[in-house]
């Protein structure tokens, strides 16, 4: 059997097809779980499941939608599969008084592939390190590589007058310092 001029035979739409399979079956493996360490702190750590304390279903700003600037705000969504630390992209703090919110900007992929999970707050002296954890939703869901940009927020509370260093404890954002009048 000949395939016209212009027509993809069963043949190749096959291999294109088991190529594009293989791809994405790669793609979603490619996030292994990675382990991290930290030193010690002077409180434990805090899981943050709702850092804005605001309603919401994780899938826009509160009440669904795009944050400021397009990129999504998202609030964890605890429960997911093959949990594990992500890199933040940047830090951007807001003081009120003494009452601290840090705004974390960082790249992720498409639910239900990459779900951002929790954020694991550890407090030091004069310092706050931050992980954001993400993990997938069940089932085997083929994924597709498409990143884009999302934020979050963490609520560190009333704060002490001082200097505090925020930081990424996986070591991604740059740490900024946050002054508190």
Known sequence: MTTPPGRIGPIHLSAGLAILVAFALAACSAGASVGATSGPSAAPPVTTTNPSNEP???????GGGLGPGG?????????????????AD????RVEGHRVVITI?????????????S?????????????????RGPGNQVCIMIARMMKTQ????????GT????????????????VG
């Open 105 to 117: 900007a960082y790249t992720s992929g498409i639910e239900p592939c990459s779900v951002l999970d």
């Open 56 to 62: 919401g279903d994780g899938s826009g700003a509160p």
């Open 164 to 179: 505090y260093t925020i930081s990424d404890a996986t070591g991604g954002a740059a740490p900024i310092q946050v002054v």
């Open 71 to 87: 990129d999504q705000l998202v609030v964890p969504k605890p429960g997911q599969l093959d949990v594990h630390p992500i890199s």
């Open 90 to 93: 940047a830090f951007t703090a």
């Open 119 to 135: 954020i694991v707050v550890e407090r030091g002296s004069g310092s706050f390190a931050i992980t954001l954890r993400e993990g």
């Open 154 to 161: 963490v609520d560190l509370g009333e704060l002490d007058p």
